[in-house]
């Protein structure tokens, strides 16, 4: 029993973290930048003043491909985050982390 409150409040505690980490997604050789939280929580977007005045669609495209970036980004920190709080073990299909 008391090992499982151990394992939930280390859980908690890592969750806590993730809302703090942030990570930076680019796109265009870093010439659109998306700062992200690890609860997906978009922080700053940082375009370069070249692009500025360019084909709309295209920067639209890499702020999109930037925002992805940071996703995936954000994705790999939960997965080692939390991965060594389970040691290994299973989560439930769809259990999304952080929670």
Partial sequence: MQQA????????KAQDELAELEVTGEAGGGMV???MTCKHVVR???????LIG??????EDLV???????AQKVETAVQE???GLTGGMSLPAGLKLPF
């Fill in 81 to 83: 985050k939390m991965g």
């Fill in 5 to 12: 409150q151990e394992m939930q409040a280390n859980i908690q």
């Fill in 33 to 35: 930048r998306v700062r």
């Fill in 64 to 70: 999109a491909a930037a925002c992805n970036d940071a």
């Fill in 44 to 50: 700053r977007v940082d375009i370069e003043d070249a």
């Fill in 54 to 59: 360019d084909d709309k669609e295209m920067l």
